[in-house]
């Protein structure tokens, strides 16, 4: 028998290659999925960033936690942040991921790139321990956690916090079709964004999923039923959690 999720709504933007787990997924199960994200990021204005009053030339590192961030800053054309990058300056990311998307901003072997091996905070903090003597611009939405900060902290690393861009609502038109049987979520904004957009939002049959526990958090705080979470010990990933679930579902179809 055929599964009852026909249609996966993912809060991120459509994966660049076909060769994302999320292409496989939807052909070994049947499934649909559509990919729109329930927030977006917007530039702070020159004038805004101006008024933190931040040269990016008194740094000798970048620290990059989201490709969010790296685009945010390495795409603003003002002049007070597009200024010349002297080739000195290093850039520490928290995935290989976020390495390998600056090379869209930078020349990648003519820098020096650091990155985390498991894509945790503490991880990206011991490798930036190593090179403690750098002073750090850290580039942040104007909501964000500080788990990161209080790492480096601790570790006495000498950064600046930046706010580069904001986080707002992806609003969804009064005509666009919502009929998913599973939404799949990746931060505590995107459930503040799908009750933004439907206020009166009934979950029933409608599965969540959800990436992290600040995000399964959000998901519960909001009274809405968790379905499924990633990562854990069996999943990792949230392709390998979508995986395994859709796996169990297909089984008990049988």
Do not use: W
């Not at 999925?33 to 000798?60: G, M, Y």
């Not at 390998?100 to 003519?110: C, E, G, P, S, T």
């Not at 003597?133 to 950064?159: R, T």
Request: glycine share 4%.
């Amino acid at each position: 028998m055929a599964l009852n999720i026909k249609k996966l709504l993912v809060s991120q933007p459509k994966p660049a290659s076909e060769k994302s787990p999320y292409f496989d997924i939807a052909e070994k199960y049947g499934v649909e999925i559509d990919f729109r994200p329930f927030i977006k990021v917007e530039p702070l204005s020159s004038k805004e960033f101006r008024q933190q009053r931040i040269s990016v030339l008194d740094h000798t590192a970048v620290i990059f936690t989201a490709r969010t961030a790296s685009k945010a800053a390495m795409k603003r054309k003002d002049s007070t942040v597009s200024v010349a990058i002297p080739e000195t300056m290093k850039y520490f990311c928290m995935t290989e991921a976020i390495a390998v998307y600056l090379q869209k901003y930078i020349v990648y072997r003519k820098r020096k790139i650091f990155y985390g091996q498991t894509g945790k905070a503490d991880d990206l903090v011991t490798v930036i321990a190593k090179h403690a003597k750098e002073k750090y611009l850290v580039p942040v939405s104007d909501v964000h956690k500080d788990d990161l900060f209080a790492l480096l902290d601790a570790k006495k690393i000498n950064y600046t916090k930046a706010v580069m861009f904001r986080t707002v609502s992806n609003d969804f038109a009064k005509d666009e079709k919502f009929d998913y049987d599973m939404l799949v979520f990746f931060s505590p904004s995107g459930i503040s964004s799908l009750l933004k957009n439907f206020p009166d939002f009934k979950q029933d049959d409608i599965k969540i999923g959800c990436f992290g526990p600040t995000t399964a958090k959000a998901v519960k705080d909001a009274g809405l039923r968790l379905d499924v979470e990633a990562p854990t010990v069996e999943a990792p990933s949230m392709t390998a959690a979508l995986d395994l679930y859709l796996k169990k579902q297909q089984d008990g179809k049988k």
